[in-house]
């Protein structure tokens, strides 16, 4: 089983930008494919980004073009880098470690694992 502990989440601006940050322990990180999710109010849990054992990267529309997600396979850690933030980014932010080593699916059962979130939250 692996663990995951998100940080880098907080208040920021809007236009503004923050960079998450996901450590992972437990298995051999750099085998499997690594994801982001967030969760708004009300809202269910909805796929933004993820990223294969190999560095490819696959992103929710909503998302494209504004974040980034990146890995660190020396660290155990995988990134997200969230720029042009807006209101409607504000969630809670979820890191998430995949089955396989590329990237089975955007939903959350395509992904075994959690972390415990960070809360992103955007002013306007």
């Known amino acids: 089983q692996v663990q995951l502990v998100e940080s880098g989440g907080g208040l920021v601006q809007a236009g503004g930008s923050l960079r998450l940050s996901c450590a992972a322990s437990?298995?051999?990180?750099?085998?499997?494919?690594m994801g982001w999710f967030r969760q708004a109010p009300g809202k269910e849990r909805e796929f933004q980004a993820a990223i294969s054992s190999s560095g490819a990267t696959y992103y929710a529309d909503s998302v494209k073009g504004r974040f980034t997600i990146s890995r660190d396979n020396a660290k155990n850690t995988v990134y997200l880098q969230m720029n042009n933030l807006k209101p409607e980014d504000t969630a809670v932010y979820y890191c998430?470690?995949?089955?396989?080593?590329?990237?089975?699916?955007?939903?959350?059962?395509?992904?075994?694992?959690w972390g415990q979130g960070t809360q992103v939250t955007v002013s306007s």
């Open positions: 437990g298995r051999t990180f750099s085998n499997y494919a």
């Open positions: 998430a470690a995949g089955r396989w080593s590329f990237i089975s699916g955007k939903k959350s059962s395509d992904f075994g694992s």
